[in-house]
Nanobody, 114 residues
Framework: QVQVVESGGGLVQPGGSLRLSCTPSTTISSATNMGWYRQRPGEERRWVTTIMKSGTTYANGVKGRFTVSVDNAENTMYLEMNSLKVEDTAVYYC?????????WGLGTQVTVSS
């Protein structure tokens, strides 16, 4: 069974940057749809960004600050987060679609605080 693992979360001050990583247990190029979601305390999980061969899309609240990318050589999807705000504090989850199954990671905590 395919698994994906997120890493890179942590504590950062407002205005700072973090880069999250998501690595599958299989070849990332076999994924046809990949993305990031986040869940703030007390809220439901919400979509952040999607990356496909056709391009990328972003939620309005992160557009211009977050960048999603895939490095096939590293077999990893990244989420570069800049100009972080307190409201970006959340558990961040990656997911990938491998033809018949969506696979979710367990999440990585991002805390933005002074």
């Amino acid at each position: 069974q395919v698994q994906v693992v997120e890493s890179g979360g942590g504590l950062v001050q407002p205005g700072g940057s973090l880069r999250l990583s998501c690595t599958p247990s299989t070849t990332i190029s076999s994924a046809t749809n990949m993305g990031w979601y986040r869940q703030r305390p007390g809220e439901e999980r919400r979509w952040v960004t999607t990356i496909m061969k056709s391009g990328t899309t972003y939620a309005n609240g992160v557009k211009g600050r977050f960048t999603v990318s895939v490095d096939n050589a590293e077999n990893t999807m990244y989420l570069e987060m800049n100009s972080l705000k307190v409201e970006d504090t959340a558990v961040y989850y990656c997911n990938m679609y491998f033809g018949t199954t969506w696979v979710w990671g367990l999440g990585t905590q991002v805390t933005v605080s002074s």
